[in-house]
């Protein structure tokens, strides 16, 4: 979705700047009086001033987006369910690596936090869970890091 509203307010950015060059070459072509000009060229200023206006909303949704994204855990599952293990952790929207938080760990299953790395065995899935529910899979380079697979994002 960020790609989205980044594509939207690039549009908006080069739809303002088109529409002055036009309407300077308007001005210049139509040889329209100054007055004229001036006019247009404050409705212009109008229109982007509401176009500004959107970008801010536009920002204030990516900050809203962005605090959710923070709100995402990374999730590995052990020896057929039998333990899960829940980290804090963020997606970069334009790199779309996963950061875990590994510090701050929530352990589902039968071992102690101090055992729990040397107890399990097989390792069965590994997801980003968005909002408590939304399962986003991950898969890992060769460097060891975390990416959300593509596509799924």
């Known amino acids: 979705m960020t790609y989205e509203v980044i594509n ?3 549009l908006a950015l080069r739809f303002t700047a ?3 060059i036009l309407i300077i070459i308007k001005g210049v072509m139509a040889d329209i009086g100054l007055n004229k ?3 247009e060229l404050e409705t212009v200023k109008a229109e982007k001033a509401e176009t500004d206006e959107t970008i801010m909303q536009l920002a204030t949704a990516i900050v809203k987006l962005q605090e959710v994204v923070l709100k995402t855990q990374f999730v590995t599952v052990w020896d057929g369910g039998e333990t899960k293990i829940f980290c ?3 997606i970069d929207p334009e790199t779309e690596r996963v950061s875990i938080v590994p510090e701050k760990r929530t352990i589902i299953g039968p071992y102690p936090e101090e055992t729990v790395d040397d107890m ?3 390792l069965d899935e590994e997801y980003v869970l ?3 529910s939304y399962k986003i899979p991950v898969y890992r380079d060769d460097d060891g890091e975390y990416y959300v697979k593509e ?3």
Do not use: F, P, W, Y
Request: aromatic letters at 0%.
């Open 88 to 90: 804090d952790c963020q």
């Open 130 to 132: 968005m909002n408590g």
């Open 18 to 20: 088109a529409a002055l």
């Open 151 to 153: 596509g799924e994002s």
């Open 120 to 122: 399990v065995e097989t």
């Open 37 to 39: 000009l001036r006019k």
């Open 8 to 10: 939207l307010i690039t």
